[in-house]
């Protein structure tokens, strides 16, 4: 049976962790090596981990000084010795046989990473379920299910990034880092990530319960009051990379416009121009040669107001967040 590793970066969820360790603890998967990474925190997290480990010997604590959730991460890169690895994160919780399940999946297809639905929580009463809606494993290698692959990615599963629902063969990370002091890292690798893999699985399967609070990382820098450089950074990089990988088509494009739309709907409106004068000249020439690719007109149309008349289309209020475009 082999090993997973699972790796939980911790800073001050004193409140949620206990859930956390105790449904990873109690996996009916057991071949387990769980990494808790303390990253500095001012609370109890440390202590907490301090006692699991004490009681659980599968468990192995490191202490280091706060220096954010890619450093964290990274440091449990190079401490694990699994086979397969996952991620949690120490606010969030899992069923209790998500990693059976995952193993299980990965036995059967080969697959290179396995991928569960997952959940938004918010309470015992809300809960919003993610975007899978059936089991299927995608091989790579082949022409057509890489090109569905990737379709999917964009329309089914909305290009969600997250890391935790997973389980990934660990050579996977071979060569990939997170960002130092990064948010949204996990947008900054998960295509690279993604493209390295020759079978993905799917399953249709609640596993992993991500819990939505006000305070969360995530949530203070996705505020409207807030230009956050690394989110846009990550969107850019990812939909970049998303070309790269994917191929010059009509869906790598419309997400790179849509991309290069939300990023200078951002400069324009949340920040002082003059700070932000070199991005949004990047954004415009990038804008520019998406007018020579193939989509569809309407979004061609957009590029040209932003691009020879953004004061108009700037006083007339066309910029809007973007959504991704339907078949």
Known sequence: MNKISIIIPIYNVEQYLPQCLDSIINQTYKNLEIILINDGSTDNSGKICDNYAKVDNRIHVFHKKNEGVSSARNLGLEKCTGDFI?????????????????????????????????????????????????????????????????????????????????????????????????????????????????????????????????NSICNQNNTHSIFNPDMIEAYIKSSIDYKYFSGNNRISNLLLFNTYLYTLKNILFYQQRNIYQLEEKYIISQLKLLLKTNIPLKNKITIFRIAYFPNLYRKIKLLRHPKLIKK
Do not use: H
């Open 86 to 214: 996952g991620f949690i994160d120490p606010d969030d919780f899992i069923e209790l046989n998500m990693y059976e399940l995952l193993y299980n999946e990965q036995q059967k297809t080969n697959a290179d990473i396995v991928w569960s639905n997952y959940c938004f929580y918010y309470s015992l009463n809300k809960k919003i379920p993610g975007e899978i809606t059936s089991n299927i494993t995608y091989n790579l290698f082949n022409i057509i299910e890489k090109n569905n692959f990737y379709s999917d990615l964009f329309y089914k599963y909305q290009m969600k990034a997250y890391l935790v629902n997973k389980l990934y063969k660990k050579e996977l990370f071979s060569n990939i880092k997170f960002p130092y002091k990064k948010t949204f890292e996990d947008l900054f690798i998960f295509i690279y990530l993604i493209s390295k893999a020759a079978k993905i699985s799917f399953i249709n399967k609640i596993l992993y319960y991500y819990r939505q609070r006000d």
